[in-house]
């Protein structure tokens, strides 16, 4: 995970990275943790959500405990650069945001509920950072599908600006383009609960979610 970025905008269509017409990596066919296909919309019925919360190695992590979550992905999104790698989108130069793909059963799991939670795990004051990962890559957006999404996102940010002490920094944007991310960001607390990052910022993060969502989230 990158610290400290230097650059703190995102740059225009015309000075962005001129990426590449395919993926520069294979993927795995499924999730590790929930068993199902990654690249799939979910059965009949699901939709998609994509959020910019910050580090994609924990927010995954946080969809996961959610009942009505079918499977998350992490990726970019929001940029200019068609398939960029993640030193690419470390330097500020696609556009794009750390972002997590979300895909879940509405009839379970509403999507403002969704929205809700999405709200408790990040830093919606906070424009360029969450945590210690500061840049623009890590600003907090929601990518709506659709003008119900984008409906619903604005009326629940409407309920919740009164509980925080300053404006709401998180972006609704139109959703254009999710690119996965490379395999070894994919399930990264689940393979890697000892590793530094995962223990002082990771775990912190889940169980505050946990005890705030407690009635909600899988035990």
Sequence with gaps: MTFGLNRTAFPTADTALPGRSDRPFALPARHLVTA??????????????VFGLGCFWGEEQTFWQVPGVWSTSVGYAGG???????????????????????????GVLPYADLL?????????????????????QYSPAIFY?????????????RELAPLYPKPIATK????????????????YFARHPEAPYCRLVIAPKLEKARKAFKSLLRP
Aim: glycine share 6%; aromatic share 12%; with cysteine.
């Design 145 to 157: 599908h659709s003008e119900e999404q984008k409906r619903v996102a604005e009326a629940v940010m």
């Design 172 to 187: 609704l944007l139109p959703f254009t383009t999710f690119y996965p991310a490379e395999a070894y960001h994919r399930d």
């Design 36 to 49: 199902n296909p990654i690249e799939t919309s979910g059965p009949a019925g699901f939709e998609t959500a």
């Design 80 to 106: 200019f650069t068609p398939n960029p790698t993640y030193e690419e989108v470390c330097t500020g130069t696609t556009g794009h945001r750390e972002a997590v793909q979300v895909r879940f059963d509405p």
């Design 116 to 136: 809700r939670y999405f709200f408790a795990v990040h830093d919606p004051t906070s424009e360029d950072r969450q945590g210690p990962d500061v840049g623009p």
